[in-house]
């Protein structure tokens, strides 16, 4: 094992430490997570949701009606999400995609298909992303794909995991090829909720940190601090 593979381990074990091993469960159905994380790009967690819920209020959970719908009224439903002029028509094409293809609002049809598959099908839906098609597949259908958001983007790159300039894509290919698939998920969400509540974009409070010691910020922080000292 490598050094990167094994500092790796290490993020994956100490993580697991403080918030344990989160069982798998799916939480939405694949084309409500679809929605939802195309309603969520540049926004947090709680306008998506918002979103989501005034979709769902305004068209009864009917993604023919909101496919059929004059797009003022879709972009005025999820306004709340911000860029709704770019969401909107994205959210409505992707259900017209699946009304040509397939002939029903379901993405059940991945289920069997191989990961990288599986993938490139989502990203080939109007704004929908690596991270996107990747957290439909490992939330809904466990496929072992690693999604990174901004959290586990920021804190790979401090701990040296990454390039200090890694786009997300290169940060979810080099988890990808350091951890066991099984680990997949639950390092997913424990590194999100790190990076919430400990690693912080702007003050990351190092000196409560588990991973302090395996973190390249860290350690060159704590360097530079002996340094003006002398």
């Known amino acids: 094992m490598n050094e990167r593979a094994e500092k790796a381990a290490g993020v994956y074990t100490r993580l697991a430490g403080v918030y344990g091993i989160p069982d798998w469960r799916p939480v939405n159905e694949p084309v409500d997570e679809l ?9 947090n967690d709680r306008n998506s949701q918002a979103a989501f819920e005034t979709l769902v209020a305004r068209f009864g959970h009917d993604w023919d009606a909101v496919r059929r719908a004059p797009l003022a009224e879709v ?5 709340v999400a911000g860029m709704y002029n770019q969401k909107a028509p994205a ?34 839906f109007p704004g929908v992303g690596h991270k996107t098609a990747s957290i439909v ?3 809904c259908f466990r496929k072992q794909t690693f999604p990174v958001d901004t959290h586990i983007q920021r804190q790979s790159q401090r701990l040296g995991i990454s390039h200090a300039k890694a786009s997300p894509l290169a940060v979810k290919r080099d988890w990808e090829t350091l951890l066991p698939q099984a680990d997949y998920y639950s390092l997913h969400l424990n590194l999100i909720r790190h990076g919430r509540e400990v690693c912080d974009a702007r003050a990351p409070r190092c000196a409560h940190c588990v991973l302090a010691s395996l973190c390249d910020y860290t350690v060159q922080a704590e360097r530079e601090t002996v340094v003006e000292r002398f």
């Open 35 to 43: 929605i939802l994380t195309i309603l969520s790009a540049n926004t």
């Open 75 to 79: 972009k005025a439903a999820i306004r």
């Open 137 to 139: 597949l490992l939330f």
């Open 91 to 124: 959210l409505v094409a992707s259900l017209e995609k699946l009304h040509q293809e397939v002939g029903a609002y379901t993405l059940d049809h991945l289920a069997p298909m191989p990961v990288e598959q599986a993938l490139a099908y989502l990203q080939s």
